[in-house]
């Protein structure tokens, strides 16, 4: 597609549900990154594709997160067991990776999948 | 590990005037450095980056900043304001295969 693609746009979900957030990068771009902004906390990365390997998910808050990214394409972002803190705009970026060092260029990103845990 | 300050989390001009948003970093490797834009309810879009060359990086809508090794400084200017600059600008350094940001500056411009 022309741009990074995220969907849902926005979500409302339950204390306690399991949520999948998708983002689908622009074509041929190797890396892809996920940063989640919530309200005066800026940008918190916590993961990144090289491929469908992922060299640093340190980012990622506990172990109810995971993300997994397939056919050196798509990638889901997978909450489980959602908490109220989890409420968040999940931003997606992919990039043109080159020799395995990321982030080297500029990141495209999608528009981002707005979480609410009520 | 690298990292940037932004110095002001909302700053707050008049139209036509200077726009000045700071940013630190700290890196022990030379940096590549990014300002982004982020109008409200859009994701983020490049307004320049530094990565060799010329300190002087002139970006999109205007905007330019400068690279200062002796300062550790990468702040981001604009001569004058237009109404449309309202938005959240990020600060960035690359590092560890990903870029990392600063809190961000809420620019707000004033009639």
């Known amino acids: 597609g022309a741009g990074v693609s995220q969907s849902p746009s926005n979500k409302v979900t339950e204390k306690g549900k399991d949520v999948e957030l998708r983002c689908d990068p622009i074509?041929?771009?190797?890396?892809l990154y996920w940063y989640r902004q919530s309200l005066g906390q800026g940008l918190e990365f916590l993961i990144y594709f090289q491929g469908n390997s992922a060299p640093d998910k340190s980012g990622l808050p506990s172990d109810r997160f995971s993300a997994e990214r397939t056919g050196g394409s798509v990638s889901t972002l997978t909450i489980q067991r959602t908490q109220q803190e989890d409420s968040a705009v999940y931003l997606c970026a992919s990039s043109l990776g080159t020799s395995g060092t990321g982030a080297t260029g500029e990141l495209f990103f999608g528009e981002g999948s707005r979480l609410t845990v009520l | 590990a690298q990292s940037v300050t932004q110095l002001g989390s909302h700053v707050s001009v008049s139209e036509g005037a200077l726009v000045l948003l700071r940013c630190n970093y700290s890196?022990?490797?030379?940096?590549?450095l990014f300002w982004y834009v982020q109008y409200p309810n859009q994701g983020l879009q490049l307004l320049l980056k530094y990565t060799t060359g010329a300190t002087l990086v002139k970006g999109i809508n205007g905007f330019e900043a400068e690279f200062k090794k002796s300062e550790t400084s990468f702040h981001l200017t604009k001569p004058s304001a237009h109404m449309s600059d309202a938005a959240e600008y990020f600060c960035a350094v690359a590092g560890g295969g990903k870029l990392i940001f600063g809190q961000g500056t809420e620019l707000s411009v004033k009639p």
């Open positions: 074509s041929g771009h190797t890396a």
């Open positions: 890196s022990s490797v030379p940096p590549y």
